[in-house]
């Protein structure tokens, strides 16, 4: 089934660990976008890539890298996870920007869970 | 005070209520969104809005450019209706996406 495919769905790791995210889509999207999504809070932006090879900061990017080498996929990674950084984490990919313009579909996974202990 | 505010936090109806989900903003907008996360944490994009009223199926988005405000209006509910709904808006210029806390809604058979 086409889609966003984040791997993996769930994950605990112990403070200074690290860790990689990944998220594929097969639709051709050239936008691509790590959320994470808290208790009480809105979903933030982390980071995001318009492109292959691009990538660029979100509204709350320390702690975290991406890399985007190939065009389906889009990697987040945790270099020391904190306990801040328990949350779930949803990958979205859309062909122009993410809800830019009427009728823009867009596509999100279906959330990995991290916990930091 | 966040930018988008949603009400209620969560909502509980019995099937085939009329259902109403409030979102308010306090930023000038380009657009609003209204999105479905089903349980299984899937965000799907069920409406776009820079104006008036959009229709699909049982599902009715309305927004007040003026009084800042939209609402998401579910006709004869129906348990598989049951999710998290989220609010977002583009800000006018810098087109940043701000989303809401979201409203869990619950119908029971």
């Known amino acids: 089934n086409a889609g966003v495919t984040q791997t993996p769905k769930f994950r605990v790791l112990k403070t200074g660990q690290s860790m990689t995210l990944l998220c594929a889509q097969d639709m051709n999207h050239e936008y691509m976008y790590w959320y994470r999504q808290d208790p009480g809070m809105g979903l933030r932006l982390i980071h995001y890539s318009v492109g292959e090879g691009t990538t660029a900061k979100g509204e709350v990017p320390d702690g975290y890298n991406v890399s985007r080498l190939k065009k389906q996929n889009f990697l987040l990674g945790l270099e020391s996870a904190a306990p801040s950084q328990t949350s779930v984490y949803f990958c979205a990919s859309s062909l122009p920007p993410l809800f830019a313009s009427l009728d823009t579909e867009a596509f999100f996974g279906q959330g990995t869970r991290l916990t930091v202990v | 005070k966040n930018e988008v505010e949603q009400s209620p936090q969560n909502l509980t109806a019995q099937e085939g209520e009329f259902i109403t989900i409030n979102c308010s903003y306090s930023v000038g907008i380009s657009a609003l969104h209204w999105l479905q996360q089903h349980p299984g944490g899937g965000i799907v994009s069920l409406f776009m809005?820079?104006?008036g009223k959009k229709k699909h199926g049982r599902l009715i988005a309305t927004i007040n450019i003026q009084e800042k405000h939209s609402s998401l209006h579910i006709t004869a509910s129906h348990p598989r209706d049951s999710a998290v709904y989220i609010c977002a808006v583009r800000s006018r210029g810098n087109e940043k996406l701000t989303f809401g806390t979201g409203t869990r809604l619950t119908i029971i058979p």
């Open positions: 809005l820079s104006s």
